[in-house]
């Protein structure tokens, strides 16, 4: 090839970043660290309220009950004269857990859905979309309610029962991006060599839709984690004894005019876990629109 | 006298998270009354920039320096107020893609006569009536109906009229013209240029004409600019850039378009090396001495001045003399690849009545479909292996689906398509895999065609492996020769292709096509979407790989002289059907299909002098759901003889040599009047 | 047009015909007996079955479901096994009820979201855009529970302006006479969903403000404001105002925990007691009713969209 036309083009080799790299230079962009840093206060107090908590949580540690914040409990205590700290320390780990847990298994039946669909195309898409535009048309809630009341309501069911609420919406997006993707010159080619559809789909296809779904779930595990609460408000999310932050509002709303921050604080604390999700994701996808 | 537009020393930088682009340096151009200056350039050379700076509507990343005059007024020290009222009043834009340009929410009436609203005191009845006006000079046919359009119900070329008309409604005394033709088929290119020159003679304002197509920037300038990586590098008279240009780059610009008549059998395309340096580091010294063959180390000391080489001439290049006396030394080529045995006549494919009709709704609610929308409309040619079949034709002529048809990806509605003996007819799910093999392509969107996930050596080893090219263990060999068979090295093998430029991801999907040793290669449109100076080393690559590796083309693209220039035969494409076929050398010389002969005239062509023959088409392309009847150009033929073509489809004629016809027009005939026109043909 | 409206309103139809086989499904699998729920714990194994039978439960699934829906369509909606009495009535007054609530919160989001976020989406990247971005990121993250907590706190027991209870007491709604009590709702309705709108008008208005025929309008010397209010807002607008004509269904019925926490009888806290106590007639009934509107709203929005967009109006 030496008598080519004109010279060989040569670069210098730059580095691509590797994952971790590219993680931590998002830190510099500050509604991600901001969310991040929320998110993660959270994980750590998830993981070590059993050795934090001063008390048990059905432990009626005081005789009193609706206590004002005190020494002895930082956040007052509850119609049982449990200790609300305590409750809502140990509550940290469910609302971790729960939503993300959820929106995984979400994720995992909304994208094969949306592959398929998308994929697929014709009248299978046609029956597929239209089945999932019906749950869709559902208020979040009165779907939960239908399905709990079906199932009744233990741990698996509200896993269940929000992971099917909310993978229609996640097959309608993954179906966009296999659209706009599978028309693209790669996958012609891809097809052109004869590669088999598993092969499409999972190795051209699926690569190029996973940031778009990512921040999507992020976003998602934040309106997960307000539903889950939503349901223990209503009285119909995980069953006693375990404590939950919705629950603790809704039992402790009686006892505003005595003690304003027992019902408060568990709601501060489902607002924050939302806040660091949204704006994670927020900062995200703004990244991601950047480095485009 | 103080000229219209006086630019002194304009920089403008950007600023972004990668660092400082310099967008434009040290640019200075005057413009007098009356004048047409053409500013000539690649992508990102900072043309569109200079543009937005005159308007004074710089993105807020953006900060210039430097001085802009306008008829003496400083307009980088202009009160917001007084630039509102020289806007639109006396310094107009048009851009390129008018669709954009205009609101869609508002009438075409409402989007003119604003402009007079703002800027002059008049009635409804004056105002319309100088907005008729308008729309009358820049041959708007219908004026009062097109008034209460949106814009979305007109066509591009209407469009563009539009925003033409919209910018000199209050006749500005200087208008700045951002690539307005760039994006709209040449026919219609040809006529919006027509309306431009005439107006611009009319009117006498000064223009500024940014343009990347220097046969556009000679068919309408007095003056050009020529700018690489944000400098002005070359400046002259029209004819002076064309007759002795000064600068290396200027030179291979001009060298690297094929020239009417060019064939890859004459010569090699000539093609600058490299690529455009990015303007976050430029390089040291002149910013195109690493393309540059006359490159010395003194190049790259010191930045050169912008020298004066003769009258009204000036080059920033220190070697400018060797450039106008021995052009040669700058851009030799050596000969392409010769010949290869073309006596096997055994065609390789052979395609008989084809057919591509869509799916149209036949009811309002799209329950009953039928394949209405005629896409292909009944083609035949035949491909004798080795050989390159050019297939040209404007947008929606259906030269793209046949590339697609020919892959598999879009079904065939009738008609036969053989393939070395075996039926091809049929969607790439059920071809063998040494059919799939045999047949490969490169698309047209180099963005597109490569997984951006993927990296370049997973990118070719794919291939490779599903046709099982080499053994593993010689894999990594075999793709790094086939980089190198594009003149890419393996610095590239882990790259992903965000880390390429345009053109060397075009090479990776070269390779790839060329990886499992096909038989033929459908190339749809596969440098249209490249910059000027890349498109020339693209080409001859494709050629050379040909050449080498015994394979046959199907070159698809709207350019009439590339197609020329590496196509052995040519099918000339209206709205589904073929024109005109036979050999090149046949196609482009007299008797012509009336079709051909119009593409042909459209054709800007970079020289100044050239005299062409002013043959225009009336009207749009016709909706491929609703076409004509009997020959589907007859409605804006201007050769059309009579009735016959609206009632008879035209017969085949043979011209000898196997070139074909398709017209009513005896041959005899149509050579006749196309000799008595054609000029250096 | 016509074309696009008659196509929305079929695949509404077949959304429906979906939406009522998903409904008449879950209320299959609900492990409900209805006669138990009727006779009560009390009652005979026999009479019970007898009751089944009399009401039908024991017939072919599709059989049912087709009974089922002629009878909804035609009106006839039953009796609730809770109260023993016609769900009609009831149903259409909580109707009623969740409507104006609804329409209070529409009033009080669209001025403010369409307003911030044509704010944001001019001063893009600026202290305005921010302060709006950010207040719109915390609306959006407060759960409703929340919010109506703060307003309880701050607005019933602080300043004593404004009942936390908004119970009606079983009468029919009178605004003149209920007006205090909607507001909380109301507000905290408009809350949730402000952020929202204000996060969709501001990107719309983004994309506008960057496309080239904003930069046509301002080149050709307009004022300023004749090209935000002419060229700008036309089109930054109406995609906003679609998706607020399919939030104003989304309020009619997804409200359960705001009539929840305000005790205000509409249709989300019927929803809501008839899940509690396994009334199934009126578990279909209202959902039904709920996504119906839901779903003829996004029908509606979509034509709202085609009418103030030439470019569909005209295709």
């Given at each position: 090839m030496d008598q080519s036309l004109e010279p060989v083009l040569s670069q210098p080799v730059i580095q691509k970043k590797n994952l971790w790299q590219r993680v931590f230079a998002l830190r510099r962009n500050l509604t991600v660290l901001l969310g991040a840093s929320i998110l993660i206060f959270w994980v750590i107090i998830a993981i070590f309220a059993p050795s934090i908590v001063p008390y048990g949580i059905n432990e009626m540690a005081s005789g009193q009950v609706w206590k004002s914040p005190s020494v002895e409990h930082p956040f007052g205590t509850d119609n049982l004269g449990r200790d609300i700290f305590t409750r809502v320390l140990i509550g940290a780990r469910q609302m971790v857990v729960l939503p993300a847990l959820s929106v995984s298994l979400a994720v995992i039946i909304g994208t094969s859905i949306g592959l398929l669909s998308g994929y697929r195309g014709g009248w299978v898409d046609e029956i597929i979309m239209r089945v999932m535009d019906a749950v869709m048309a559902f208020p979040v809630l009165m779907l939960y309610l239908m399905i709990i009341a079906a199932v009744g309501a233990s741990v698996v069911n509200v896993v269940i029962a929000v992971a099917v609420a909310t993978a229609p919406a996640i097959s309608r997006l993954v179906r966009g991006l296999v659209l706009d993707l599978r028309s693209r010159e790669f996958v012609a080619a891809a097809r052109m060599r004869g590669e088999p559809t598993s092969y499409i789909l999972f190795r051209e296809i699926l690569p190029n839709a996973i940031n778009p779904i990512m921040v999507d779930a992020l976003v998602r595990i934040g309106y997960a984690s307000f539903s889950i609460s939503a349901l223990g408000f209503l009285g119909l999310g995980v069953p006693p004894p375990n404590p939950d932050w919705g629950g603790m509002v809704s039992e402790a709303r009686n006892a505003l005019i005595i003690t304003p921050t027992a019902p408060l604080l568990p709601a501060l604390a489902i607002a924050s876990l939302v806040i660091g999700f949204n704006l994670l994701a927020d900062g995200l996808s703004e990244v991601m629109r950047t480095e485009r | 006298?103080?000229?219209?537009?006086?630019?002194?020393?304009?920089?403008?930088?950007?600023?972004?998270?990668?660092?400082?682009?310099?967008?434009?340096?040290?640019?200075?151009?005057?413009?007098?009354?009356?004048?047409?200056?053409?500013?000539?350039?690649?992508?990102?050379?900072?043309?569109?920039?200079?543009?937005?700076?005159?308007?004074?509507?710089?993105?807020?990343?953006?900060?210039?320096?430097?001085?802009?005059?306008?008829?003496?007024?400083?307009?980088?020290?202009?009160?917001?107020?007084?630039?509102?009222?020289?806007?639109?009043?006396?310094?107009?834009?048009?851009?390129?893609?008018?669709?954009?340009?205009?609101?869609?929410?508002?009438?075409?009436?409402?989007?003119?006569?604003?402009?007079?609203?703002?800027?002059?005191?008049?009635?409804?009845?004056?105002?319309?009536?100088?907005?008729?006006?308008?729309?009358?000079?820049?041959?708007?046919?219908?004026?009062?109906?097109?008034?209460?359009?949106?814009?979305?119900?007109?066509?591009?070329?209407?469009?563009?009229?539009?925003?033409?008309?919209?910018?000199?409604?209050?006749?500005?005394?200087?208008?700045?013209?951002?690539?307005?033709?760039?994006?709209?088929?040449?026919?219609?290119?040809?006529?919006?240029?027509?309306?431009?020159?005439?107006?611009?003679?009319?009117?006498?304002?000064?223009?500024?004409?940014?343009?990347?197509?220097?046969?556009?920037?000679?068919?309408?300038?007095?003056?050009?600019?020529?700018?690489?990586?944000?400098?002005?590098?070359?400046?002259?008279?029209?004819?002076?850039?064309?007759?002795?240009?000064?600068?290396?780059y200027t030179l291979g610009l001009l060298r690297c378009v094929p020239r009417q008549g060019l064939r890859y059998t004459n010569e090699a395309l000539y093609s600058i090396p490299g690529r455009v340096p990015p303007l976050t580091a430029l390089p040291q010294g002149c910013a195109f001495a690493p393309r540059c063959v006359l490159a010395e180390s003194a190049c790259t000391a010191a930045h050169p001045r912008l020298e004066s080489t003769a009258q009204d001439h000036s080059a920033r290049c220190i070697h400018w003399e060797t450039v106008v006396e021995q052009p040669e030394r700058v851009t030799f080529t050596r000969p392409l690849s010769s010949q290869t045995d073309q006596n096997s006549e055994k065609n390789l494919l052979n395609v008989r009545g084809l057919k591509v009709y869509f799916m149209q709704a036949l009811d309002v609610l799209g329950i009953r479909k039928r394949p209405n929308i005629k896409v292909v409309d009944g083609v035949d040619f035949d491909l004798p292996a080795q050989r390159t079949l050019g297939v040209v034709g404007e947008s929606g002529c259906g030269k793209s689906t046949i590339a697609k048809v020919l892959a598999g990806l879009t079904p065939v509605t009738s008609g036969k398509i053989e393939f070395s003996g075996s039926d091809f007819a049929k969607p790439i799910e059920s071809r063998s895999s040494d059919s799939l093999q045999q047949l490969q392509m490169v698309f047209q969107n180099p963005d597109s065609s490569l997984n951006p996930r993927h990296t370049i050596s997973q990118t070719l080893s794919r291939p490779l492996r599903r046709f099982k090219i080499v053994p593993q263990d010689q894999e990594n060999e075999t793709i790094i020769g086939l980089l190198r068979s594009v003149n890419l090295d393996e610095s590239y093998l882990d790259r992903y292709p965000s880390q390429l430029s345009g053109g060397e991801k075009q090479r990776v999907a070269i390779a790839r096509a060329f990886a499992g040793n096909p038989e033929l290669v459908v190339c749809d449109e596969p440098i249209s979407s490249l910059d000027v100076s890349v498109q020339a080393a693209v080409l001859n690559l494709l050629h050379e790989l040909q050449h080498q590796r015994k394979v046959a083309l199907v070159f698809i693209a709207h350019d009439l002289n590339v197609v020329r220039y590496i196509s052995d035969e040519v099918a000339v494409i209206y709205l589904g059907r073929i024109c005109e076929i036979g050999p090149t050398d046949r196609i482009f010389s007299p008797p012509s299909h009336p079709y051909t002969e119009a593409l042909m005239s459209a054709i800007p062509v970079a020289d100044p002098n050239a005299q062409i023959n002013p043959i225009r088409l009336s009207g749009n392309v016709p909706s491929p759901a609703n076409p004509p009847t009997g020959c589907h150009f007859h409605t804006r033929c201007p050769r059309k003889i009579g009735a016959i073509c609206e009632t008879h489809e035209p017969p085949a004629q043979e011209a000898g040599d196997n070139h074909k016809i398709f017209c009513h027009i005896p041959l005899d005939e149509l050579r006749v009047l196309q000799t008595d026109v054609m000029v250096k043909m | 047009m016509l074309r696009f409206i008659l196509r929305r309103f079929v695949t509404l139809l077949i959304t429906m015909l979906a939406l009522s086989i998903l409904i008449f499904g879950l209320s299959e699998v609900l492990p409900i007996e209805p006669a138990l729920v009727i006779l009560g714990r009390e009652s005979t194994p026999e009479a019970r079955a007898a009751l089944s039978e009399e009401m039908g439960f024991n017939r072919p699934l599709p059989e049912r479901y087709v009974n089922w829906l002629v009878r909804f369509i035609s009106g006839d909606w039953g009796d609730s096994y809770r109260l023993g009495a016609p769900i009609q009535p009831l149903v259409m007054r909580r109707l009623l009820n969740s409507t104006i609530l609804a329409a209070l919160a529409l009033l009080i989001i669209s001025p403010i979201s369409l307003f911030l976020g044509v704010i944001a989406g001019l001063y893009r990247a600026r202290w305005p855009d921010r302060a709006i971005s950010a207040g719109s990121l915390l609306t959006i993250s407060l759960p409703d529970f929340v919010v109506g907590l703060l307003l309880i706190i701050i607005f019933s027991w602080w300043l004593k302006l404004l009942p936390a209870d908004s119970s009606l007491r079983g009468a029919d709604i009178d605004l003149a006479q209920h007006w205090r009590k909607l507001i909380l709702p109301a507000v905290t309705a408009a809350f949730v969903l402000v952020g929202y709108i204000t996060r969709v008008t501001r990107v719309s208005m983004i994309e506008v403000m960057d496309s080239p025929y904003i930069r046509t309008a301002i080149l050709k010397g307009l004022p300023y404001r004749t090209v935000i209010i002419r060229h700008a807002l036309r089109n930054a607008l109406i995609a906003p105002i679609a998706i607020i004509t399919t939030q104003f269904a989304w309020l009619v019925g997804g409200l359960i925990i705001i009539e929840q926490l305000f005790n205000y009888p509409g249709l989300g806290s019927l929803f809501a007691d008839a899940a509690r106590s396994n009334d199934l007639p009126m578990i279909a009934t209202s959902s039904m009713i709920t996504v119906s509107l839901i779903v003829f709203s996004q029908v509606i929005a979509d034509v709202l969209y085609g009418l103030l967009n030439p470019r569909i109006r005209f295709s």
């Open positions: - | 006298m103080t000229p219209v537009l006086d630019i002194q020393n304009l920089n403008v930088n950007y600023h972004s998270s990668r660092g400082i682009a310099r967008a434009v340096r040290d640019l200075s151009l005057t413009i007098e009354g009356g004048e047409t200056y053409g500013l000539v350039g690649e992508s990102g050379c900072g043309k569109s920039t200079v543009a937005l700076s005159i308007m004074r509507y710089l993105p807020r990343q953006a900060q210039d320096s430097g001085g802009i005059r306008f008829q003496g007024r400083d307009l980088m020290q202009a009160p917001a107020e007084e630039l509102r009222h020289l806007r639109g009043n006396r310094i107009a834009i048009v851009y390129q893609d008018p669709q954009s340009s205009l609101n869609p929410v508002l009438t075409i009436e409402r989007q003119l006569s604003e402009v007079i609203a703002a800027h002059e005191e008049h009635s409804a009845s004056e105002s319309r009536r100088r907005i008729l006006d308008m729309l009358e000079r820049v041959r708007m046919p219908d004026p009062q109906y097109i008034l209460g359009r949106y814009p979305h119900q007109l066509s591009g070329g209407m469009q563009q009229r539009i925003v033409i008309a919209m910018a000199l409604l209050l006749r500005p005394d200087l208008v700045i013209m951002d690539e307005p033709t760039t994006g709209l088929d040449v026919t219609i290119e040809a006529g919006v240029l027509d309306i431009l020159d005439d107006l611009r003679r009319e009117f006498k304002m000064a223009i500024l004409y940014i343009s990347h197509n220097l046969g556009v920037i000679a068919r309408i300038c007095d003056r050009v600019g020529i700018m690489y990586a944000g400098e002005l590098i070359e400046q002259a008279p029209v004819n002076d850039i064309f007759a002795h240009p000064s600068h290396p | -």
